[in-house]
């Protein structure tokens, strides 16, 4: 069985199977090599994987950041963000974090942050005089905070894994979120200050005012999520699908950008990306069913309680494993892999399942424009056109920050918890 369970998802995973294969390989091995079981088990629980209703909410929220990111509803954020922060030294760069920010409270996809973003900023900055190893390295990193605010789409993954609640997990990310955003602004302050570029405009009142209106619209939709989340009004699966109706409606009725072609272009690649998604859920539900019955996780903490681990030492190593991890494999798949097999360990050592999670997705957030296989690394070299050697020259200070804010989130709880209590309670 542990050839099975460990040898071979490993080598699979080697030669480059794609990670839904990996997983039903390993199961499919397994039930007819080693436990004798019927087939028809792996087909239940492959449907039964996705039978979930907090699921509903990822094609949802999809749809909504297509819709979005297709108008000009990046450039309306930009404008009402750069019109805030006026004459900072730095202002371009601080601009893209804001908008990066307020942009994943809409679409939840990182990549689709670092597209969208990048087309408007990167010229920009590059025009004003910031260095492309700089410019690159921010849009690049800014675009991973887009899995830790809500409405994250990881975040809905995980907690559907690990049995928590979706409105807690997103309530507990709101300030970690905020906390990466401001270390990032501050270097993006200190470096233009000390390499003496991007001076910003003045800041003008009726520029300003002009901006909010013209961004009011876009402002709107995270308005909506949260705050018909908090407010009692929707679940978020019901937020996601309303949020579906207010981007067709701005995007084709206010702002009038977009035709039913272009409706109909996002709902097709909606599909292709949930489809992704899914499969990936699915085979990953029956491999934790598989891990489950074979009693690993029971195993696991055993052995762990075993060594007596600290709560404060299992965080470290976990935070270690899951960096190397995030740089091999996307969110989903390392929180569907992992997810099983640790929560047993982390509710043992009385670990709150929701501050867990957002350090989970603080260290996939890294992995996502890590070294060398970040996806957001090589989205940004798609859109930016730019050598993926300057983008890794750009992006080190970024990593720094992030495992910065890592430390500080995975050792002082009340970051992550502040926000349940504040919003839930």
């Known amino acids: ?16 199977f794609p990670i839904f294969l990996v997983l039903l390989t390993a199961v499919t091995v397994a039930l007819v090599f080693y436990m004798h079981i019927p087939l028809a088990a792996l087909h239940q629980n492959l449907f039964g994987s996705v039978n979930a209703y907090a699921l ?14 297709r108008g000009s509803v990046a450039q309306r ?14 202002s371009l760069g601080v601009t893209t974090v804001g908008t990066a920010t307020i942009f994943g409270a809409i679409s939840g996809v990182s990549a689709a942050a670092v597209a969208t973003i990048g087309k408007v900023m990167y010229p920009s900055m590059v025009r004003a005089g910031y260095p492309k190893p700089f410019a690159a390295g921010l849009i690049t990193a800014v675009g991973a905070i887009d899995i830790i605010i809500p409405p994250s789409i990881p975040m809905i993954v995980y907690g559907a894994a690990a049995q928590e609640s979706v409105p807690r997990l997103y309530a507990a990310g709101i300030l970690p979120g905020l906390l990466i955003a401001l270390l990032i602004a501050g270097y993006v302050i200190w470096r233009a200050w000390s390499g003496n570029f991007g001076a ?17 619209w876009a402002l709107g939709a995270p308005a909506i999520i949260l705050g018909g989340i908090y407010g009692g009004v929707f679940s978020p699966t019901e937020a996601a699908a ?20 272009d409706i109909l272009e996002a709902a097709a690649a909606t599909v292709r990306f949930t489809a992704q998604i899914l499969i990936i859920v699915s085979c990953a539900g029956v491999f934790s069913w598989l891990l489950t019955v074979n009693q690993v996780p029971a195993a696991l903490v055993a052995w762990i309680q075993h060594f007596e681990v600290s709560a404060w030492s299992f965080l470290l190593v976990v935070n270690v494993l899951l960096l190397v991890v995030g740089c091999f494999l996307d969110p989903l798949s390392s929180i569907l892999l992992l997810t099983p097999l640790l ?8 670990i709150d399942t929701v501050h ?30 730019i050598s993926l050697n300057t983008i890794y020259r750009g ?9 910065v804010a890592l430390a500080l989130i995975t050792y002082v709880p009340a970051i992550s918890l502040a926000g349940v209590w504040v919003l839930l309670n």
């Open 242 to 261: 309303v949020a579906c109706v207010y981007a067709v409606f701005v995007t084709l009725v206010v702002f009038r950008e977009l035709s039913w072609r």
């Open 343 to 350: 929560i047993p360990v982390v509710k043992a050592l009385g």
């Open 395 to 403: 992006i080190i200070p970024f990593v720094i920050l992030y495992l």
């Open 1 to 16: 069985m542990s050839f099975a369970l460990g040898l071979l998802p490993l080598v699979l995973l080697l030669v480059g």
């Open 77 to 90: 954020l930009v404008d009402f963000v750069q019109g805030g922060v006026g004459s900072v030294r730095g």
């Open 200 to 216: 910003g405009a003045p800041f003008n009142v009726g520029r300003f005012i002009h901006s909010t209106m013209r961004g009011l």
């Open 56 to 69: 509903l909410a990822i094609p949802y929220f999809i749809y909504a950041g297509e819709l979005m990111g």
């Open 356 to 385: 867990f999670g957002i350090v989970v997705m603080v260290n996939l957030a890294i992995g996502l424009f890590h070294p060398p296989f970040g996806i957001n690394i090589f989205v940004a070299q798609s859109v930016l056109g």
